[in-house]
């Protein structure tokens, strides 16, 4: 059974630090390209930062950018969201999400898993 669980979320001052953590059992990780996502209340979940499957590439979305570093331990089965310079805008859930993409004869496939969600609050 696939388990994705986050943790080190809380309460912060704007312009603080947090590091999420993702422990994921039950896949093999090194094989699966790991995300961070988040949902703000009354707003749709939104992507925040990714890393692919062998720690080469990493993207982040525009509000990231510069803020957030995403990093992956394989051997610890682990991704990290390293968080600076937060601001009330970051307030949301965030989630971890592992995705793997299979070509077969009949088509490309992707199966994605998610977390349960760590919560983020930053005060003004």
């Known amino acids: 059974q696939v388990q994705l669980v986050e943790s080190g979320g809380g309460l912060v001052q704007a312009g603080g630090s947090l590091r999420l953590s993702c422990a994921a059992s039950?896949?093999?990780?090194?094989?699966?390209?790991m995300a961070w996502f988040r949902q703000a209340p009354g707003k749709e979940r939104e992507f925040v930062a990714g890393?692919?499957?062998?720690?080469?590439?990493?993207n982040y979305s525009d509000s990231a950018k510069g803020r957030f570093t995403i990093s992956r331990g394989n051997a610890r089965s682990t991704v990290y969201l390293q968080m600076n310079s937060l601001k009330p805008d970051d307030t949301a859930v965030y989630y971890c999400?592992?995705?793997?993409?299979?070509?077969?004869?009949?088509?490309?496939?992707?199966?994605?898993?998610w977390g349960k969600g760590t919560l983020v609050t930053v005060s003004s």
């Open positions: 999400n592992a995705r793997v993409v299979i070509g077969r004869a009949t088509g490309v496939y992707a199966t994605d898993y």
């Open positions: 890393i692919n499957w062998n720690n080469i590439y990493t």
């Open positions: 039950g896949l093999t990780f090194s094989a699966y390209d």
